[in-house]
Nanobody, 114 residues
Framework: VQLVESGGGLVQPGGSLRLSCAAS????????MSWYRQTPGKERELVAS????????NYADSVKGRFTVSRDNAKNTVFLQMNNLKPEDTAVYYC????????WGQGTQVTVSS
């Protein structure tokens, strides 16, 4: 199983970023996919998750209305569209799935700063 995130970077408050996670090594359409984030000294927190077919999503309260998770099962990719970014969204963002065990990507840094 391999999860590879991309799309992070530096953005000003109020800006947008779109993260991508390319998955391989398992049957992507059979798995729920999630995005987590982590800042130094804090536990990794769930940001958003999406069901296998993409028909059901859930979000952390802190990102509701600003972030949108989606997936393309034909391309084995999950996305996180982040709008109206705030400094408190600064973190390393990780893609996650569970296939007999937990799998994580290497993470992508998102920094929101003026």
């Amino acid at each position: 199983v391999q999860l590879v995130e991309s799309g992070g970077g530096l953005v000003q408050p109020g800006g947008s970023l779109r993260l991508s996670c390319a998955a391989s090594g398992f049957t992507f359409s059979w798995n729920r996919m999630s995005w987590y984030r982590q800042t130094p000294g804090k536990e990794r927190e769930l940001v958003a998750s999406i069901s296998r077919a993409g028909s059901s999503t859930n979000y952390a309260d802190s990102v509701k209305g600003r972030f949108t998770v989606s997936r393309d099962n034909a391309k084995n990719t999950v996305f996180l569209q982040m709008n109206n970014l705030k400094p408190e969204d600064t973190a390393v963002y990780y893609c996650h799935t569970r296939w007999y065990q937990d799998y994580w990507g290497q993470g992508t840094q998102v920094t929101v700063s003026s």
